[in-house]
């Protein structure tokens, strides 16, 4: 029992007219249930300061951008050529005003390429999720990995272009119709071009900021 409470049950005895008595417990009632709230509101206090702010910003960063990547290595790659290529910014900006959603991961495509657009996508209401697969394992040169960064961008801005396309099924189809090549595989003079773009842009950037 507090020393509030004491003294007013002290008062309690004193006063020993009903109607007081009654102002009173409800004055301690008030008390306790005070009591009460505050140490509810402390156990639903916030974790602290930094640790939301942090949260908050990772928050917004997945929300803002569309084209995203869980390794380490690949998310400041992307970063570094939305920097240094107008090209790659052009290119990731139409992503980011498209319903597309691109995973950039690494990993192998097999058959020896070195970089890949998965046949693959997976639609969640209105977003159309793409996966970009990037050999990083046998590759240490950052140039070629964001050159590929490009090209195969330039491919999902090509897909995502086309409304019409939903799933695995009429992504391969559209590439057959759209990017045949003699081999098993599908390209376009556009994404060819825009890895080159790319690579050029960065290296001419590498370059004027060694001078
Ligand atoms: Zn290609």
Redesign the pocket.
């Known amino acids: 029992m507090g020393a509030y409470t004491a003294q007013r049950s002290v008062m309690e005895h004193l006063h020993a007219n009903s109607l007081h008595m009654l102002e009173v417990r409800k004055v301690l009632r008030g008390v306790a249930q005070e009591k009460k709230d505050r140490r509810r509101t402390e156990k639903q206090r916030p974790p602290t300061l930094t640790s939301s702010i942090a949260k908050v910003a990772w928050e917004e960063s997945t929300v803002r951008s569309r084209l995203r990547s869980t390794d380490s290595r690949l998310a400041g790659l992307i970063e570094q050529a939305t920097l240094g290529s107008a090209t790659f910014r052009h290119l990731s900006a139409t992503v980011e005003e498209s319903n597309g959603i691109v995973y950039v991961e690494p990993g192998s495509c097999g058959h020896g390429v070195r970089a890949c657009l998965k046949i693959w996508m997976q639609v969640s209401g209105d977003t159309r999720f793409l996966r970009i697969v990037i050999d990083t394992a046998n590759r240490a040169n950052d140039l070629e990995i964001m050159r590929s960064l490009g ?1 195969e961008l330039q ?1 999902v801005v090509e897909l995502l272009g086309d409304p019409t396309i939903k799933d695995g099924p009429t992504m391969f189809n559209y590439m057959k119709r759209m990017a045949p090549t003699d081999s098993n595989r599908f ?2 003079t556009a ?1 060819v071009n825009a890895g080159n773009a790319v690579y050029d842009e960065l290296r001419e950037a590498a370059r004027r900021n060694r001078r």
């Open positions: 090209h491919h390209e376009t994404a």
